[in-house]
């Protein structure tokens, strides 16, 4: 899927980028989508000092050609992740995610959706990097075999694959370091998050 993001003040886009599910609620038919937090910051710092637009109208384009209100249920900046409810009238196919980790110089592809909600392939090897002031140290970094990157900005929040389909992590920052958010990452923050919502 594509996911769009209007400012909340003007309704001119802020951000656009790909997104996924990771849980269904049969009851209230309505989905979770795991996308990044880069969806509605309206401000980039290299020192921590982003901000962001919780508030904004974040629209969801499904690949049925309809679209759908995605409400942000919270979003985590040091992990630069989103989750948005979604309410759909039809079940939905959860992927599969990979149990152990990404190795170093795995094959692996990143996915995601371009403006007419075409798929985006890109592949690459997972490669592990000391990170510096930039990089988030739990980010695996792509490799790209001739050295030249596909840096669409449109992959980011989309999926990381292996060459068995499962999920090894989420892509962000695609456009600045090529990376990706380990799959053990996402489902801890998943984990958390469904902990806290059933607290509250």
Same mark, same amino acid.
């Given at each position: 899927?594509?996911? $769009?993001? #209007?400012?909340?003040?003007?309704?001119?886009?802020?951000?656009?980028? $790909?997104?996924? &599910? %990771?849980? &269904?609620?049969?009851?209230?038919? =309505?989905?979770?989508?795991? /996308? =990044?937090?880069?969806?509605?910051? /309206?401000?980039? $710092?290299?020192?921590?000092?982003?901000?962001?637009?919780?508030?904004?109208?974040? =629209?969801?384009?499904?690949?049925?050609? /309809?679209?759908?209100?995605?409400?942000?249920?919270?979003?985590?900046?040091? !992990?630069?992740?989103?989750?948005?409810?979604?309410?759909?009238?039809?079940?939905?196919? #959860?992927?599969?995610?990979?149990?152990?980790? %990404?190795?170093?110089?795995?094959?692996?592809?990143?996915?995601? *959706?371009?403006?007419?909600?075409?798929? *985006?392939? /890109? !592949?690459?090897?997972?490669?592990?990097?000391?990170?510096?002031? !930039?990089?988030?140290?739990?980010?695996?970094? @792509?490799?790209?075999?001739?050295?030249?990157?596909?840096? +669409?900005?449109?992959?980011?929040?989309?999926?990381?694959?292996?060459?068995?389909?499962?999920?090894?992590?989420?892509?962000?920052?695609?456009?600045? @370091?090529?990376?990706?958010?380990?799959?053990?990452?996402?489902? +801890?923050?998943?984990?958390? &998050?469904?902990?806290?919502? *059933? *607290?509250?």
């Amino acid at each position: 899927m594509c996911v $769009s993001c #209007l400012n909340h003040t003007d309704g001119e886009p802020l951000r656009r980028c $790909s997104g996924f &599910w %990771v849980d &269904w609620d049969e009851d209230k038919k =309505t989905g979770l989508v795991l /996308t =990044t937090a880069w969806l509605i910051r /309206t401000k980039d $710092s290299p020192d921590s000092g982003e901000e962001y637009a919780p508030r904004a109208d974040v =629209t969801v384009h499904l690949l049925n050609g /309809t679209s759908a209100k995605g409400d942000l249920v919270y979003y985590q900046p040091h !992990y630069d992740i989103a989750f948005l409810n979604i309410e759909v009238d039809q079940p939905i196919k #959860l992927p599969s995610f990979c149990e152990e980790g %990404v190795k170093f110089a795995e094959d692996v592809f990143r996915l995601g *959706r371009d403006n007419s909600l075409n798929l *985006r392939i /890109t !592949y690459a090897r997972a490669e592990y990097q000391n990170p510096n002031m !930039y990089r988030r140290y739990h980010n695996v970094h @792509f490799r790209s075999p001739d050295g030249h990157g596909d840096d +669409n900005e449109y992959d980011n929040g989309g999926l990381a694959i292996d060459l068995k389909e499962k999920v090894v992590g989420m892509v962000n920052l695609p456009k600045r @370091f090529w990376s990706f958010i380990p799959s053990s990452i996402l489902f +801890n923050c998943l984990d958390s &998050w469904k902990k806290y919502r *059933r *607290r509250g």
